[in-house]
């Protein structure tokens, strides 16, 4: 969606009034506003409706980076990565279970949250039920609510329910309930399908709109189900998501899935766009590009990455082998997805003589790599690249793991094997929930949904009890050495982890929020 610099100008002022959930907030709302248009009275109009909305998508544009680095580092697929120890003790500290609740990272996801929740309920209060635009924008703002619930349950377990704009005498609100939230996450979504307002594709090539869509919504609810084990429910929305034939898998080359040359395509449910626009470079302005990038001060980079970034996020050598025991070691899909070191020599690149990677491996992450001709005006925070949220591929892998449960093996082989059958794999007879499980992380990995599958299958606690307590280094001449670490201090802790902390500075503020266990 496209904004002009007056819809900019309000959202600028909307955001400028939210500062958190909790009594944090108290100081900014109690200001008297002199002169200024009341919510009351504002919201009345199409166009005030679409900069209501148009706030909304402003604000989950810039939740990006957080959101990847603490969905990704947390799981058992990457090393933290960087220039050598301390060089990003946030990102460590993540990536080896060090945090604790006062963590930056961790506490602006939860504050972002808030705040796309706070311009939702904006829009749900004070935008009229009455136009075609007004009624869109007002099934969107649901949509947008019941995303950010479902991370903010399966990551705190018991988040405040904001289900409206607060009073003052309202901000310490108590942690939720977890049934009370996931009914306003199904009633959301149910509400925003049903209300026919949402934008729905013409065909599966129509990228004519960036819009939230029908179909994405459908997902979401789909997802919400296999999250709450409802799989039943999960089996029939994601069914009639599947057979609306508005999504398909991407056919053109897999390396490109997550590039800037097959953005909107086909498959992708939903993704935040971002311009190629010389003139408003600063408008894309993001450290990712310049993070995720390869570590170009150790390499001489002949394939066209960008040869000046900071290498965080390097994979790990355990997803390699979870490739290579499905699809060899010249797997369509796995080399799309990451380089090997002979894999990197042999196109080009190599590691500098006597220089070393840190928190590294030997392979190199290819699926969504940094390219040079990707960065506006030359710059590395300046990559135009849009931010993926969902793909095809993750319904109907959701859809699988929910027809497994269900006992329709059939059907989850059906889809299931579409997704491996795009991969250059071979249809599997019947499909066991380990299929499922070791094809969703090999298809989205990077894709910000392992940590929170790993939780709920029940497998993190074995995956992830030793993360951090060794830190590999990778040489130019393709060893590895380890550096040893105290390992009491690292990896994930039984009756700690299974949820996230809630911020201090929301417990702090508000006594009414009880911290997780053991934080």
């Known amino acids: 969606m496209y904004l002009t610099m007056k819809h900019i100008g309000k959202i600028l002022i909307s955001l400028l009034v939210i500062s958190g959930l909790f009594c944090s907030c108290s100081g900014l709302l109690d200001i008297d506003q002199h002169g ?20 909304v998508y402003a604000k989950f544009a810039g939740i990006y980076y957080n959101y990847y680095f603490v969905k990704n580092l947390l799981s058992d697929d990457f090393w933290c990565g960087g220039g050598g120890r301390g060089d990003n003790s946030d990102l460590e500290k993540l990536n080896e279970f060090t945090f604790s609740a006062d963590h930056p990272m961790i506490r602006d996801v939860f504050k972002n949250y808030y705040e796309v929740l706070y311009l939702s309920n904006i829009v749900l209060k004070y935008v009229p039920d009455g136009s075609p635009i007004q009624k869109r924008a007002r099934a969107e703002a649901r949509l947008f609510r019941a995303f950010i619930y479902i991370d903010l349950i399966s990551l705190w377990g018991t988040p405040p329910l904001v289900d409206k704009p607060l009073e003052p005498s309202e901000y310490k609100q108590p942690n939720g309930d977890p049934e009370a939230l996931w009914s306003l996450v199904e009633t959301d979504l149910k509400d925003a399908i049903a209300s026919g307002s949402l934008e729905e594709k013409s065909g599966v090539n129509d990228n004519s709109s960036y819009r939230v869509k029908l179909q994405f919504a459908k997902a979401l609810l789909g997802k919400a189900y296999v999250f709450q084990q409802k799989w039943s429910d999960a089996c029939t929305i994601l069914d009639d998501m599947i057979d609306d034939g508005k999504y398909d898998l991407y056919r053109g080359d897999y390396q490109d899935i997550l590039m800037y040359n097959a953005e909107n395509n086909c498959e992708s449910l939903f993704e935040v766009n971002r311009l190629n626009d010389p003139n408003n470079a600063f408008t894309n302005w993001s450290l990712l590009s310049a993070m995720l990038g390869w570590r170009g001060d150790r390499m001489s980079i002949a394939s066209g990455v960008y040869p000046n970034c900071w290498g965080f996020c390097n994979p790990k050598k355990d997803l390699y082998d979870a490739f290579v025991s499905v699809e060899g070691k010249d797997g369509y899909r796995l080399n799309a997805t990451m380089k090997s070191f002979d894999k990197l020599l042999a196109q080009g690149d190599k590691i500098l003589d006597g ?14 790599r940094v390219l040079a001709d990707e960065m506006i005006l030359g710059g590395w925070f300046s990559s135009h690249n849009n931010y993926r949220y969902m793909r095809y591929a993750e319904v109907l892998l959701l859809a699988a793991e929910a027809h497994v449960k269900g006992g329709d093996k059939a059907k989850a082989a059906n889809y299931l094997n579409a997704v491996r059958t795009r991969a250059h794999l071979s249809e599997l007879g019947s499909v066991t929930m380990d299929d499922v499980m070791t094809e969703k992380r090999l298809e989205l990995c990077g894709e910000g949904v392992r940590f929170q599958d790993m939780q709920r299958w029940g497998i993190a606690a074995d995956r992830l009890k030793d993360q951090g307590k060794q830190i590999p280094w990778f040489a130019s001449n393709g060893t590895t050495r380890w550096e040893v670490y105290n390992k009491s201090l690292y990896g994930y802790k039984t009756g700690k982890h299974e949820l996230l902390p809630f911020p201090e500075t929301e417990v702090t503020l508000n006594p009414n929020v009880k911290q997780n266990p053991n934080w």
Do not use: C, L, R, V
């Open 36 to 55: 200024a248009t009341s919510p009351e009275t504002f919201y009345k109009t199409d166009e005030e409706a679409e900069e209501a909305i148009t706030a």
């Open 355 to 368: 220089k070393e990677m840190y928190d590294h491996e030997g392979y190199f992450w290819w699926k969504n």
